[in-house]
C-alpha cells in the first residue's frame, strides 16, 4: 500500500505563489510517475503535471510557465511551485502516484485564490 499526504494549500491573493508537498510513504518503487492534479467547483479533475522518477516532467497548457514540479526520490515526495496564481487556479489539488499498473491518490488540499 502506499499513502501521499498533500499540504501547503491554503487561501492567498492573485499574483502571490505557494508550494504544495505531497509526501508518499509506504511500499514505493523505484520506478513510478507522480502527478498534480486540480478539481475546480464544478468542473472534471484535469491533469496539472507529471514528473517520472527519472526527472522528466510534463504540464497542461494552461499551467506551463507558471508551475513548476518538482520531487526528492530520497525523501519520497513531491512539490508544485505555484507563480503568479490566478482566481481560475482556485481547486482541490490532488497528487497522485503511478507504479505498476495502481495508481494511489492523496485526500487534496485546497488552494484558493482571491482577486
Known amino acids: 500500500q502506499v499513502q501521499l499526504v498533500e499540504s501547503g494549500g491554503g487561501l492567498v491573493q492573485a499574483g502571490q505563489s505557494l508550494r504544495l508537498s505531497c509526501a508518499a510513504s509506504?511500499?514505493?518503487?523505484?520506478?513510478?510517475?507522480m502527478t498534480w492534479y486540480r478539481e475546480a467547483p464544478g468542473k472534471q479533475r484535469e491533469l496539472v503535471a507529471s514528473?517520472?522518477?527519472?526527472?522528466?516532467?510534463n504540464y497542461a497548457d494552461s499551467v506551463r510557465g507558471r508551475f513548476t514540479i518538482s520531487r526528492d526520490n530520497a525523501k519520497n515526495t513531491m512539490y508544485l511551485q505555484i507563480n503568479s496564481l490566478k482566481p481560475e487556479d482556485t481547486a482541490v489539488y490532488y497528487c497522485?502516484?503511478?507504479?505498476?499498473?495502481?495508481?494511489?491518490w492523496g485526500q487534496g488540499t485546497q488552494v484558493t485564490v482571491s482577486s
Open positions: 514528473i517520472a522518477n527519472g526527472g522528466a516532467t
Open positions: 509506504g511500499n514505493i518503487f523505484s520506478f513510478n510517475l
Open positions: 497522485a502516484l503511478l507504479q505498476r499498473g495502481k495508481s494511489y
